[in-house]
C-alpha cells in the first residue's frame, strides 16, 4: 500500500508465503496464509505496524480454466477478441485511494475468488493501481491489443502511466494464454 508503513515488507512476506502454499493449497487457503504472515510480521514489530498490501493472482487449471484469487485494488483485466474486461472488482472507497480490504491489516481477510473460461488468445493483465490510476480502461486496451512482445506491452504500459505522471508504484504483468 503506496505509502504506508513497511509496504515492500508486506508485499515480499505475501507474495513469499503465497508462491509456498499455491500449488498445495486452495487460492483462497495461499492467500489466507499470506494475510495471516503479514499480520504476524505487522504485530511482533512496532515499526511494522499497519503495514498491508493488496494481492492478485491467477492460475491456470485443467480444462482452459482460470482461477483467481484477489484482495484490494489491484485488478485482473482479460483481454478477449478486442475487448477489455476487469475481472476483479475493487476493494477499495470509488474515486480515493483507501482500502475497504487489504492483506495483513487484520488477521483475517475475505477473498475474492472466482473461475473464468481461458480460450486460446486471451490476454489477462495484472496490474496495480498505479497504473489503472494514470490510464483509462481505453488506454489499457489500445496498449494490450497490438500483437507485440508481451514484455514490451509491459513496458509500454509502465511507460505511459510514468508518463501521466506516475504517482504510485507500477506494475504490469501480462499472460497471453495459448
Known amino acids: 500500500m503506496g505509502g504506508h508503513a513497511a509496504g515492500d ?26 494475510n495471516l504472515a503479514v499480520w504476524e510480521v505487522s504485530q511482533t514489530d512496532p515499526q511494522k505496524a499497519g503495514m498491508g498490501t493488496t494481492l492478485t493472482a491467477i492460475r491456470f487449471e485443467a480444462d482452459s480454466e482460470l482461477v483467481c484469487g484477489h484482495v484490494g485494488d489491484s485488478r485482473l483485466y482479460r483481454l478477449r477478441d478486442g475487448a ?13 485511494s483507501m482500502l475497504t480490504r487489504a492483506i495483513g ?17 486471451d490476454r489477462y493483465l495484472l496490474c496495480s493501481d498505479g497504473l489503472t490510476g494514470m490510464l483509462s480502461d481505453e488506454d489499457l486496451r489500445a496498449l494490450v491489443a ?4 508481451l514484455e514490451k506491452i509491459c513496458g509500454d504500459l509502465i511507460a ?19
Open 84 to 96: 477489455l474486461e476487469q475481472l476483479t472488482r475493487d476493494h477499495s472507497i470509488p474515486r480515493t
Open 105 to 121: 491489516t487484520h488477521a483475517d481477510v475475505e477473498v475474492d475468488v472466482f473461475r473464468a473460461s481461458a480460450v486460446t488468445g
Open 9 to 34: 515488507v508486506a508485499s515480499r512476506t505475501a507474495l513469499e508465503t503465497f508462491l509456498r502454499s499455491v500449488a498445495s493449497r486452495s487460492m483462497e487457503e495461499a492467500i489466507m496464509l499470506a
Open 146 to 149: 497490438p500483437p507485440a512482445e
Open 160 to 178: 505511459a502511466a510514468n508518463q501521466r505522471g506516475g504517482h504510485d508504484n507500477i506494475t504490469a504483468i501480462l499472460i497471453e494464454m495459448r
